[in-house]
């Protein structure tokens, strides 16, 4: 096979592997994965943040608490505090291996002596192809009911200073690329 024939293919899972990160902190769009809230009170909201399958637990734990701080602060409330806090985790197994993995082109040609050709992908003969291999996967999201509050922060583990929040974990924050 000539060089010329793989530049192609090499290009698209170079393509494919660039766009494999995890959820930066976004709202969320139509795959579901960012953050988003709902107003249920004036001072009362239940926020939520889901990751895709490369966002860890604690990444997503770290994103609703930025994102609680920073709707407090835009509502005009100085702390909060989360009255329910959930994290779910959603797992699946997904077929890897092979050549492509997950995917493969389909289609079939013929050899240099004129027969009918099939890629080794299409044998479902067990004597012709090995068992699918599978890796886990999983996906979190994290939930909470935060209830705002003006003044001084009580003194109580459960509530957060919004400044303090934003100040303290904006390191953290990965926005999306522009």
């Not at 107003?39 to 939520?48: C, G």
Request: proline share 6%; with cysteine.
């Amino acid at each position: 096979m000539k060089i010329r024939h793989l530049l192609p293919a090499v290009a698209a899972l170079a393509l494919a592997g660039a766009c494999a990160t995890s959820t930066p902190y976004q709202a969320a769009n139509t795959s579901d994965r960012g953050y988003s809230n709902q107003q249920i009170e004036n001072n009362r909201w239940l926020v939520s943040f889901s990751g895709n399958s490369l966002t860890n637990r604690q990444t997503v734990e770290t994103y609703l608490l930025y994102r609680a701080a920073e709707l407090t602060a835009q509502s005009g409330y100085d702390h909060f505090r989360m009255v329910r806090r959930a994290t779910d985790a959603d797992s699946s197994f997904v077929p890897v291996g092979g050549t492509y993995g997950h995917f493969a082109p389909h289609y079939r040609y013929y050899g240099h002596h004129g027969r009918l050709f099939y890629p080794s992908y299409y044998r479902y003969d067990p004597f012709w192809r090995d068992a699918p291999d599978y890796r886990e996967v999983t996906r979190f999201e994290a939930s909470a009911e935060i209830l705002m509050g003006r003044g001084p922060k009580p003194d109580d583990p459960a509530y957060f200073s919004a400044d303090e929040v934003l100040m303290n974990l904006s390191g953290q924050i990965l926005r999306p690329a522009a």
